[in-house]
């Protein structure tokens, strides 16, 4: 099975590495800030349309581009530049692959044996373009 597809949004700036700990009665608790809770929410939303009906069984390739608009680049089908600051691309895609986990695209991220992240700049719409191959 494959599931391919770009879904045009504002990709949020907040990471799973956001999470916080705070210390109540001595014991840890661990909390997400509310700027990393609307980030999950926003990618449930908008990579809730793509799930399937099943989730995919076995080996999955998965591979993932943040595509940031710059109007500076001129629209040319393969135009880009790289985007080489903040945030993390292992970052990024941890809170990606928690969600889509959550909709049912597979049973657990666990299930992910190859994987490519990519962040970039061009001259398009700013959005988010996902493959998923099972085996």
Wanted: glycine share 6%.
């Amino acid at each position: 099975m494959t599931i391919e597809f770009f879904e045009p949004m504002r990709i949020p700036s907040a990471t799973h590495q956001e999470k916080q700990v705070a210390v109540r009665s001595g014991k840890p608790h661990f909390y997400e800030p509310q700027n990393v809770r609307d980030a999950r929410a926003k990618y449930m939303a908008y990579l809730g349309k793509h799930a399937p009906k099943e989730p995919i069984d076995g080996a999955i390739h998965f591979m993932v581009a943040f595509e940031y608009h710059d109007p500076r680049i001129p629209k040319i089908k393969g135009l880009c530049k790289w985007k080489d600051t903040k945030p993390d691309t292992d970052n990024m895609v941890k809170l990606v692959k928690d969600c889509m986990t959550r909709l049912g695209y597979w049973h657990d991220d666990e299930q992910v044996c190859d994987e490519i992240v990519k962040k970039f700049w061009h001259g398009f719409d700013e959005g988010i373009y996902i493959k998923v191959v099972g085996e």
